[in-house]
C-alpha cells in the first residue's frame, strides 16, 4: 500500500520556468491537500479539494494552478517560477471530517535560482 | 497572524529528561492533532482529540486538550533519541474540515 506517492522528489528550476508536482493516492480518500513547508513557517496550505472536480484556494496560492485529474490525482503547476516558489511541497490526503487523518506524501524539495 | 503558537520553538535536551511542548490559540478548536515529521520525510499522525479536558497517553507521549478546546500540550517522559523530529500541531474550527498547522517545535535528543 503506497499511501500518497509525490513525483518529483527534487527539482530545480531557473526563473520563469514552469513545472508540475505530481501527487497521487490510493486510499481512495475524497479530499487532498498541497501544503509548502519553510524553516519555521510550518506547512501552509496553497489550495485543497474537497472532492472530484472541485478546487479550492489555502492560505497562500499566489503563483500556483491545481488541477484534481480524477479521485487519486491532484497536481500543483507553477507556470512561471520565482526564487520565493523555493520549499519543500508535500501533498497530503484524508477522510473529510473535523477528525480526518491527514497522510502525506515524502514531500518535493523545489529550488528555483 | 498565527492562528496556532506552538512553544518552544526548538528544544535540546539529554536522553532520559522530560519535557512539555504546547500548542496555544484565541480560537475554540473543534478537534486538534499532534503530528511528528522526521527530517526528509512527510508528518505522520500521533493523537487526535476532540473532548475539552481530554488526555490521551501513547507510551511515553501524554497529549492534553485544554478545557475551553483552545490550547493543547504534549508531555514526553524520559525522551530518547528516537523522538527526535519536528512536532507540528493542527487545529480544525467551526465546521471545517481544513486543518491549520502550527510553526512547530523542533526537538533534538542528544544520546
Known amino acids: 500500500n503506497a499511501g500518497v506517492t509525490q513525483t518529483p522528489k527534487f527539482q530545480v528550476l531557473k526563473t520563469g520556468q514552469s513545472m508540475t508536482l505530481q501527487c497521487a493516492q490510493d486510499?481512495?480518500?475524497?479530499?487532498m491537500y498541497w501544503y509548502r513547508q519553510d524553516p519555521g513557517m510550518g506547512l501552509r496550505l496553497i489550495y485543497y479539494s474537497a472532492s472530484e472536480g472541485t478546487t479550492d484556494k489555502g492560505e497562500v496560492p499566489n503563483g500556483y494552478n491545481v488541477s484534481r485529474l480524477n479521485k487519486r490525482e491532484f497536481s500543483l503547476r507553477l507556470e512561471s517560477a520565482a526564487p520565493s516558489q523555493t520549499s519543500v511541497y508535500f501533498c497530503?490526503?484524508?477522510?473529510?471530517?473535523?477528525?480526518?487523518?491527514?497522510?502525506f506524501g515524502e514531500g518535493s524539495r523545489l529550488t528555483v535560482l | 497572524t498565527q492562528l496556532l503558537e506552538q512553544s518552544p520553538q526548538f528544544l535540546s535536551i539529554q536522553e532520559g529528561e522530560n519535557l512539555t511542548v504546547y500548542c496555544n490559540s484565541s480560537?475554540?478548536?473543534?478537534?486538534l492533532q499532534w503530528y511528528r515529521q522526521e527530517p526528509g520525510e512527510g508528518p505522520v499522525l500521533l493523537v487526535t482529540v476532540v473532548t475539552g479536558g481530554e488526555v490521551k497517553k501513547l507510551k511515553r507521549l501524554t497529549f492534553q486538550f485544554g478545557d475551553a478546546r483552545k490550547d493543547s500540550s504534549l508531555h514526553i517522559t524520559a525522551a530518547q533519541p528516537g523522538d527526535t523530529g519536528l512536532y507540528l500541531c493542527?487545529?480544525?474550527?467551526?465546521?471545517?474540515?481544513?486543518?491549520?498547522f502550527g510553526r512547530g517545535t523542533s526537538l533534538i535528543v542528544h544520546p
Open positions: 486510499m481512495n480518500h475524497n479530499s
Open positions: 497530503a490526503s484524508s477522510e473529510a471530517g473535523v477528525t480526518g487523518e491527514l497522510f
Open positions: 480560537s475554540v478548536f473543534s478537534s
Open positions: 493542527a487545529g480544525r474550527t467551526g465546521g471545517s474540515y481544513i486543518p491549520t
